[in-house]
Every structure is written in C-alpha cells, then in structure tokens.
C-alpha cells in the first residue's frame, strides 16, 4: 500500500525560536566586536559568548565571512536610520546640520571600538563590500539634504552627489581614521559642522551653538 511522505513543514513555535537564537547570535557577535572589533570575531569565540556549540552556528551562518558581514549589516542599518531621523529635526539648514553631526559624533564616541570597526578596521572582503554600501548611503543621505538647500536658496549651486561624498569621508577620516588621533576632540561635533557648512558654500554668520541631546546612546 502506497502511504505519501509529508512534506515536513515547520510550524510557528519552530520558526520563532530560531528567529530567537539567531538574534541572540548576533547580538553575542556584535558584543565581541564592540569589545575588539571585527578581529575579535571568531566561530569560537562567538560560541563560548553565546554558550552553544561551535556547530550550532554553522546551521545559521555558513562561515565567519557571512557571519561577520551580517553583524556590519545590522550595526549599520541601526546608526543610518539615527542619522536619517536626525536629518528631520526642524530648524534651520545650518542647525540641522549640526544636529546631525552631533547625533552621530556622540554615538561613536559612545561606542568607540565599534564605530572604528564599521569604519576603518581592516576587514573581510564581505565585510568590506558592506562597509561600501554603507558609505553610499550616507552618501545618498547627505546628498538628499544637500539638494534640499540647493533647492531653497540655502546653498549655492552645485554638484550634491560629489559634495555629499566629500562630507562622508571628511567625517570618517576626522573621527576615527588615521589622521584622527592627534585632533582635539573638545566639540568635534562643532568645528566638523564649521568645515561641512563652509564646504558646501556656507559660511554661517554665527557659531553654531552646542546643543543638548539624548541620541548619544551606544550605537
């Protein structure tokens, strides 16, 4: 007698569950790069932090590459979405500005080992492909705000991609890049928002105030 074989699928119970451990993989593993970076990120050592078998990780990543390029990923969706939501904060171009490189100052300095890590840590190549996307959407980002002061007469007229990737990089290399360590780092926010307005043709006729915020928290 012919009996047909079920399929097996899995039911809910089973598939929260591994959406539980799998996060609880990830966040072991950004604990560990946030500690010593990307170089602190081992298949081992992530499964004493996570208190599992080194084979339980293979069956939610396939090796350290894929592992390591995901922890980048989900680091830097949280910090471009802060920065993206900074972007809204009200008032005028050159107070918005400063809001955003504030919010983004403070949450690197709040976490310092990891913003060196998503920024300038030698890495993978999966992770180095991530870190590209990453950087162009700040990019596109900066580009947005940029084209919204070209467009109000706030700013003089100009290539916004070219002057949006500028920032991006002058930003990086001033905060955690190698020409960084012997800057003083009393308000970076301030004189970074000082050399980004005058950058992009914008001269502000006052100094820009340091503002209270509560978005320093760790990225």
């Known amino acids: 007698m012919w009996i047909p074989i079920m399929a097996y699928r899995e039911t809910d119970t089973v598939r929260a569950r591994k959406a539980a451990q799998r996060a609880h993989l990830l966040r072991c593993a950004e604990s560990l790069v946030r500690d010593g970076g990307f170089a602190n990120l081992t298949m081992q050592t992530l499964a ?6 080194v084979g ?20 830097t969706e949280r910090e471009v979405a802060a920065v993206a939501e900074a972007m809204d904060h009200d008032g005028p171009f050159a107070q918005r ?3 955003v490189l504030r919010v983004f100052v403070s949450r690197a300095e709040s976490a310092p080992r990891l913003a060196w890590s998503l920024i300038a840590e030698p890495v993978d190549p999966a992770v180095d492909a991530e870190r590209l996307l990453y950087r162009r959407r700040y990019a596109e980002l900066y ?11 706030v700013l003089p007229a100009q290539d916004t991609a ?7 990089g002058a930003i990086a290399e001033a905060l955690v890049g190698p020409l960084s360590e012997p800057l003083p780092r009393s308000d970076l926010a301030a004189s970074l928002t000082q050399f980004c307005l005058r950058a992009v043709g914008m001269s502000p006729a006052h100094p820009i105030m340091p503002q209270s915020s509560s978005s320093g928290e760790n990225p």
């Open 162 to 168: 070219i002057s949006a990737a500028a920032m991006v």
């Open 97 to 99: 500005l400063s809001h």
């Open 48 to 53: 004493g932090e996570a208190k599992v078998g």
């Open 143 to 153: 580009q947005q705000f940029l084209t919204e002061g070209v467009d109000s007469a």
């Open 56 to 75: 339980t990780l293979y069956r939610y990543f396939d090796n350290k590459s894929v592992l390591a390029a995901e922890v980048f990923r989900c680091a």
